[in-house]
């Protein structure tokens, strides 16, 4: 089955940049999703098609992705982006979610 | 506006199986696929399969096949998810969610969840 990975947790100060990875084989070449999740609540999508910011997300939030890695990106992280972050490769056969990062602000 | 709302609480047995609805509204609902994920107490999101509305073609995650099945009422816009057979492994918390509704290859609309709970 199609494994992928995420480190399990990343701690930032306020004001820096963020960079949660997600792994696996040739990810590069199928569409990643990433969503954000508080505490009790569901999870929201912050990033589609490995790239693009859905409408109501700051621009801050971005996404990339090539070879077998993906990354999210919060540049100027604040307190309000402490959460856990989920990665979600896409293809005609494949919808896993990685493990998730947990993000700290402090 | 586009809403996911889903079924209560359920308390089961081991051995037993369980409905978990989701009830759609604010679109038209046979135009989107519908994805179910759990999510177990401290743990990650896990899909379990997609169901499309307009035709019934599914597509449940190999490790839940034998349990899983997945159905729909578009009369009342509802999809539905029933796991049998539980396990204690099986206590978590669902949720259903909208396959690309404004944005491809995401689920961007979300259930509020449904907590099961699996008892010996």
């Known amino acids: 089955s199609y494994e992928v990975t995420q480190p399990p947790s990343l701690s930032v100060s306020p004001g820096q940049t963020a960079s949660i990875t997600c792994s696996a084989d040739?990810?590069?070449?199928?569409?990643v999703s990433w969503y954000q999740q508080k505490p009790g609540q569901s999870p929201i999508l912050v990033i589609y098609?490995?790239?693009k910011r859905p409408s109501g997300i700051p621009e801050r939030f971005s996404g990339s992705n090539s070879g077998n890695t993906a990354t999210l990106t919060i540049t100027g992280t604040q307190a309000m982006d402490e959460a856990d972050y989920y990665c979600?490769?896409?293809?005609?056969?494949?919808?896993?979610f990685g493990g998730g990062t947990k993000l700290t602000v402090l | 506006q586009v809403q996911l709302e889903q079924s209560g609480a359920e308390v089961k047995k081991v051995g037993a199986s369980v409905q978990v609805s989701c009830k759609a509204s604010?679109?038209?609902?046979?135009?989107?696929?519908i994805s179910w994920v759990r999510q177990a107490p401290g743990q990650g999101l896990e899909w379990m399969g997609w169901?499309?509305?307009?035709?019934?073609?599914?597509d449940y995650a190999e490790r839940l096949r034998d349990r899983l099945t997945m159905t729909t009422d578009t009369s009342t816009s509802t999809a539905y998810m029933e796991l049998r057979s539980l396990r204690p492994d099986d206590m978590a918390v669902y949720y259903c969610?909208?396959?690309?509704?404004?944005?491809?290859?995401?689920?961007?609309?979300w259930g509020q969840g449904t907590s099961v709970t699996v008892s010996s």
């Open positions: 098609q490995s790239r």
């Open positions: 169901i499309s509305p307009y035709n019934g073609d599914t």
């Open positions: 969610a909208i396959n690309g509704h404004s944005y491809n290859f995401a689920l961007d609309v």
């Open positions: 040739k990810l590069g070449n199928k569409y």
């Open positions: 979600q490769a896409w293809d005609s056969s494949t919808r896993v």
């Open positions: 604010g679109y038209t609902f046979a135009n989107y696929g």
